[in-house]
């Protein structure tokens, strides 16, 4: 099974998913500006889009799409308990990955990350961010998770929670978020993808400096 | 059940759905300006982002989130074959559930949509429109349906490709995308559909009209 992967991006919850699951994957490291594998090939031949996370089965069969892999992953690793049974609380699993997804990291996050984005873009993305974690704030008083265990969805949110330092999103403003935050970063297989990773992200930044300092 | 939601509106796929399986459902319609029920009720005590479909289950469970409830939906009536068996073919339903939810909707028509958006919110997002296309074209080159068979990403898909029409994406470029959505707008189940929501669109605009054009 190879992870094609890029530094803290959304993919850290199929690592994290699998750490948690006491499994791993050839991951292989894409370049988030030039959609390239770190070995140069050019990752778009692999998915159009050139979004991570993708899955290539050991069939070869290709799967995108946060969501699809991270409950595709804990379906096959059904021991380590990261999807609840089928019926309302895997309804519920899939409503919080859905909000996530498209609340929080498309409607939020995706703009204010693109450097191309008109400054008009980023201000309507901040501006709609603000009820949407005063939801997550509602729902995370006094939980422990979105469910009621530890689930992908938590794997899924902790890596976006996590992007909110890089914008002028202020968590402080929800303490049930923000604490919710802390606790999940100390839980082991947390913090040692978020940890990887960092050290991965922090290469790549430098690499990138060094190339277009070059004369 | 109570499926609440707005005329053409992304809840049009949950009533395909219903359809399709034969069932029903007490439909409450939201006002998608006003956020206020046919009724009167305000519609954020429900879902406090207002966002359309919500479901309320007989025991009164709210379930949002729209691949959320097509999956539940689905799952709840079996013998309609809505969502292929779990393993991978589960997998690419929920891949095409994601990307119709965050590349298409979030990613392309929301913005379209908003009448508060900036110019360069929608330029933004026309721009993204092209790639994302022509996925879905080559996906649909020489293919009925998304999966083998009809499935809720179905119901989504035809539901945001129906939008086309009131933005200024151009679907004739796309001539397997577009011979898909004349299909699917044949399908019985689509067909009552969208005829019935147009019908309730076409009021509610009437309706808008005559407030805003009161002394």
């Known amino acids: 099974m190879e992870l094609y992967f890029s530094p803290l991006a959304c993919s850290a919850a199929s690592r994290i998913t699998l750490y948690e699951a006491g499994q791993s994957a050839t991951f292989i490291e894409v370049d988030a500006k030039t959609k390239r594998t770190h070995t140069g090939q050019d990752f778009r031949a692999v998915h159009p889009l050139g979004l991570v996370p993708t899955l290539r089965l050991a069939e070869g069969d290709i ?3 946060n969501a699809a892999i991270l409950q595709y992953l804990a379906e096959r690793f059904p021991e380590a308990g990261l999807v609840p049974a089928p019926g309302l609380e895997r309804a519920r699993l899939q ?4 909000f996530i997804g498209t609340e929080l990291h498309k409607g939020v996050f995706t703009p204010l990350f693109d450097r191309e984005a008109p400054e008009a873009v980023q201000q309507y993305a901040l501006k709609g961010a603000q009820a949407r974690l005063e939801l997550l704030e509602r729902h995370l008083r006094g939980r422990e ?3 009621e265990c530890f689930s992908v ?10 992007w909110a330092v890089a914008t002028p999103i202020k968590l402080e403003g929800f303490p049930s978020v923000s604490a919710y935050l802390a606790r999940l970063r100390k839980r082991p297989s947390v913090a040692r993808a978020l940890h990887e990773e960092l050290a ?3 290469r790549e930044l430098a690499a ?7 004369p």
Chains 1, 2 share one sequence.
């Open 153 to 162: 969805a938590d794997a899924y949110l902790v890596v976006v929670l996590n």
């Open 208 to 214: 990138a400096a060094q190339t277009s300092s070059a």
């Open 63 to 65: 799967l995108t799409e």
């Open 95 to 98: 409503q919080w990955l859905c």
């Open 145 to 147: 998770f979105l469910l």
């Open 200 to 202: 991965l992200y922090r």
